[in-house]
């Protein structure tokens, strides 16, 4: 099975930027639709971001559209979500996770079978 490593997050101030990273170890990221989810304490894991493979094709939350970009770099086996103007609202450990599922597009957490071990984005002044 594929495992996931994220890096990138860390502080970042209101209207600040960050870019998080996930690379595939074990396997090639063109194997799999490539997702980023986000836990807020207390919360219900939600979507964040997908990148769907083959194709490319992006899909993103309504609350993330315009802000968030969700990209990938097919040499490095990496997937990057570039987070502009953040606000303290998206506070949360954030997850990458593959689905071997051909084409897929998935939203839903459950359709996902393996996940990065999760990176902090705490936005505050």
């Known amino acids: 099975q594929v495992q996931l490593v994220e890096s990138g997050g860390g502080l970042v101030q209101p209207g600040g930027s960050l870019n998080v990273s996930c690379t595939t170890v074990?396997?090639?990221?063109?194997?799999?639709?490539m997702a980023w989810f986000r836990q807020a304490p207390g919360k219900e894991r939600e979507f964040v971001a997908v990148?769907?493979?083959?194709?490319?094709?992006?899909g993103y939350a309504d609350s993330m559209k315009g802000r968030f970009t969700i990209s990938r770099d097919n040499d490095k086996n990496t997937v990057y979500l570039r987070m502009n103007v953040l606000r303290p609202d998206v506070t949360a450990v954030y997850y990458c996770?593959?689905?071997?599922?051909?084409?897929?597009?998935?939203?839903?957490?459950?359709?996902?079978?393996?996940w990065g071990q999760g990176t902090q984005v705490p936005v505050s002044s």
């Open positions: 074990g396997d090639y990221v063109t194997s799999y639709t």
């Open positions: 990148s769907t493979w083959p194709g490319g094709s992006t």
């Open positions: 996770a593959a689905s071997s599922r051909w084409g897929s597009s998935s939203r839903t957490p459950s359709e996902y079978t393996s």
